[in-house]
């Protein structure tokens, strides 16, 4: 019943509704969850770039050399993995419609 449920991740495993259905709450459910996923995730990488920038200009560096560092975008990457492994794969997760079980979290897979 899913008057009974607040977590709608939980929702999507027990209505089957990850991958594309006929039944219109199904798809509307599967696009909600992901439209906040795809926000929450995005707030997530700007907090990273924020803080790593805070960091490196703590260590002296400039922006200039912050933009010049070959490596700087997979460190934003890495830390959002460790902060919310979720954020890492929705991209792809949405490119490949959600197929890979890794995709499909039983209950919300956010941390914060």
């Known amino acids: 019943d899913m008057k009974n449920n607040n977590d709608m991740f939980t929702l999507l495993h027990e209505q089957n509704a990850w991958t594309k259905s006929d039944k219109p709450v199904s798809e509307i459910l599967r696009h ?6 795809l926000d929450y995730c995005q707030r997530m990488s700007q907090k990273a770039a924020n803080e790593l920038v805070d960091e490196l200009t703590k260590q002296g560096m400039t922006v200039d050399e912050m933009l010049a560092m070959p490596d700087l975008e997979q460190q934003i990457l890495d830390w959002i993995g460790k902060a919310e492994p979720y954020c890492s794969l929705l991209d792809q997760c949405i490119v490949q419609d959600f197929q890979s079980p890794e995709c499909q979290p039983k209950t919300c897979p956010f941390t914060n």
């Open 32 to 37: 909600c969850v992901t439209e906040l996923s």
